[in-house]
């Protein structure tokens, strides 16, 4: 099949008429944002990775009311957290004086914030419940008889990979689409396993990889802000393209005003770090990256048991006015993001791939 009809296949099993996604980012994303996506021809998409059931289903119902086209709902697959009562207790006090330092202390202790989805039953059974268009995973995937009960029901599953290994066993799985994230990407890596090897394969290699060697449909995401971004992934054998970081700065995001002036300053940068969550993931440059990188050999608790310090000590700086110790997730392309409403900036990218699709089309 050709890098065209895959496109056009896949746009039309997800219901889409531009081949563009927005990235589910919990705690960005909303169901104004995924709504005014889907309006607009794309795929919105919500992330409830971190939330209760309750509030996870509030989303879907709100943005079903806001929309009558497709979206994406979004699940985290990690493994649940081996609690570490020595470690945590060592990483509290490593924290301890930037904590004091907003003449705040900290927690007692750290709980495991979020329940992986995995192991979610009450999760699991209100998305087969509820039956959205799309259920994404990222992290891995829950077990087989989830992933059929989801399909069973006309559910269209996506999954991210992060390398060729990754991509197969989602492909064995019976995943619809495969989310190929780059090492560009903002936001944490979906790889499996984060204590494993990570090839830290860029977008457009990874897209070309995994549409060489194997069948499904792939999805490129991973730095990509701009029309132009999305025709070179279409180009490299992308059927889709999937943009996060793009949408942050949207009114409909709910990004607090110091993420939103960190990513719309000069020349933001951005790198990989483990030290907010407990898993790398790729934010702005803050002081909370800043001191993740002077305190490189302290052994952070598991994922999402660190998030609970991040989170608490972020909630202390932001009592003091200081907007640096936010999960402020970003990728590469964060330079090029634009403050406009989801609608226009949808409708801004769906012009700007069809002006280079033309341009590469012209003779020389």
């Known amino acids: 099949m050709s890098g065209i009809s895959t496109s056009a296949a896949l746009m039309d099993r997800l219901g889409i008429s531009v081949p563009i996604l927005q990235s589910p980012m919990a705690g960005v994303s909303t169901p104004e944002m995924a709504a005014a996506v889907s309006n607009a021809g794309g795929l919105g998409a919500l992330g409830i990775g971190a ?21 994406n709902v979004n699940v985290f697959c990690h493994q649940p957290a081996t609690a570490d009562s020595v470690r945590e207790a060592a990483w509290l006090q490593h924290l301890s004086p930037v904590f004091q330092g907003f003449g ?42 989830v992933i059929a009960a989801l399909k069973t029901v006309g559910v269209v599953v996506l999954a991210t990979a992060t390398s060729l290994t990754e991509a197969r066993s989602l492909e064995r799985a019976g995943i619809d689409a495969i989310v190929a994230q780059g090492w560009e990407a903002g936001g944490h890596r979906g790889i499996f396993d984060p204590t494993g090897e990570d090839e830290r394969l860029q977008t457009l290699p990874l897209v070309r990889e995994l549409a060489a060697a194997q069948t499904l449909p792939v999805i490129a995401a991973g730095g990509i802000m701009t029309g132009a971004d999305i025709a070179d992934a279409l180009s490299a054998g992308a059927a889709a393209a999937q943009l996060g970081t793009a949408f942050i700065a949207c009114p409909e995001s709910s990004a607090d005003a110091g993420y939103r002036a960190a990513l719309l300053a000069d020349n933001p940068e951005t790198e990989m770090t483990a030290v907010i969550s407990g898993r790398p993931a790729r934010c702005l440059g803050n002081r909370f990256t800043d001191w993740g990188r002077q305190n490189r050999d302290v052994e952070i ?12 000590l972020n909630a202390a700086a932001k009592n003091r006015d200081e907007v640096g110790y936010g999960a402020q997730w970003a990728g590469q392309g964060a330079a090029q993001a634009r403050a406009m409403p989801t ?22």
């Open 51 to 71: 939330a209760r059931v309750e509030q996870a289903e509030k989303m879907l119902v709100q943005t079903a009311a806001l929309t009558d086209r497709p979206f």
């Open 104 to 145: 705040a202390t900290p927690p007692q202790g750290l709980r495991e914030i979020y329940t992986s989805f995995c192991v979610d039953r009450d999760m699991q059974d209100m998305l087969i419940a509820q039956r959205p268009a799309v259920v994404s995973f990222h992290f891995g995937l829950p077990s087989q008889d």
């Open 301 to 312: 608790p598991d994922y999402p048991i660190a998030y609970d310090a991040g989170k608490a």
């Open 343 to 364: 609608a226009e900036l949808v409708a801004a990218l769906a012009r700007e791939l069809t002006v280079a699709q033309q341009g590469s089309r012209t003779p020389e």
